[in-house]
C-alpha cells in the first residue's frame, strides 16, 4: 500500500494526505510517530498495514488512543510499515483488475463497492455486514475511462504480472 501510494502520487494520481512510519521507528518513539501523524494530518484518519491486503489491519481512528491501538495491532499483526492516511468522503469504492497475459492485457469493467455506515472492513467484505457490490459500476463513461487510466499506469509503473487489482475511492 505504501509503494503503491508512492508511485501514484509521483505520476500524479490523486491520493489522500498521508505519511508512512516503520515499526522500528514507532517502537524507538511512538510519542514522535505519534505527533508526526498528528501534526501532518486530522482526525479521523486511516491506520493501515502497508503489506497486508483483504483489508487486514485497518482502522479508522477518531482520536489519538485510537491511532496508538491501530499502530500496536498492526505491528503486533507483523507489519513492518504503517500507512496513515486522511480520511476523505467517499462515495463508492471502484475497483479495476487488469489481467496480463503473453499477448494481451485485459481491464475488467469497473466494480463498486457501496458500505453503509462505515468503510469497508475485513468483516463486512468476508461476511453479509451492509456493503453492496456491484460488478458494473454505474458510473459516467469519463470516470470509467479515468479510472483504467489509472490502473494501466499503475500496472505499468509497479511491473504487475498476471492478475492485479487497484482500488480506488
Do not use: W
Request: hydrophobic share 35%; proline share 2%; glycine share 6%.
Amino acid at each position: 500500500k505504501a509503494y503503491t501510494k508512492a508511485i501514484a502520487e509521483s505520476y500524479g494520481i490523486p491520493t489522500a494526505k498521508g505519511i508512512t512510519i516503520t515499526d522500528v521507528t514507532y517502537q524507538h518513539s511512538p510519542d514522535t510517530a505519534i505527533s508526526s501523524a498528528e501534526r501532518d494530518i486530522d482526525y479521523p484518519m486511516f491506520v493501515k498495514a502497508a503489506g497486508l491486503g483483504s483489508s487486514v489491519g485497518v482502522y479508522r481512528a477518531e482520536n489519538r488512543r485510537e491511532l496508538i491501538l491501530a499502530c500496536q495491532d498492526i505491528i503486533a499483526l507483523g507489519s513492518h510499515r504503517i500507512l496513515i492516511e486522511e480520511a476523505i468522503d467517499v462515495a463508492s469504492e471502484l475497483e479495476c483488475a487488469v489481467l496480463l497475459t503473453q499477448k494481451h492485457r485485459i481491464f475488467s469493467d469497473l466494480s463498486e463497492i457501496r458500505c453503509d455506515g462505515g468503510f469497508y472492513t475485513y468483516e463486512r467484505k468476508y461476511s453479509d455486514g451492509g456493503a453492496t457490490v456491484t460488478a458494473h459500476a454505474k458510473v459516467p463513461q469519463s470516470i470509467r475511462e479515468q479510472v483504467r487510466e489509472y490502473t494501466r499506469i499503475l500496472a505499468d509503473a509497479l511491473g504487475t504480472r498476471h492478475l492485479s487489482r487497484f482500488d480506488f475511492f
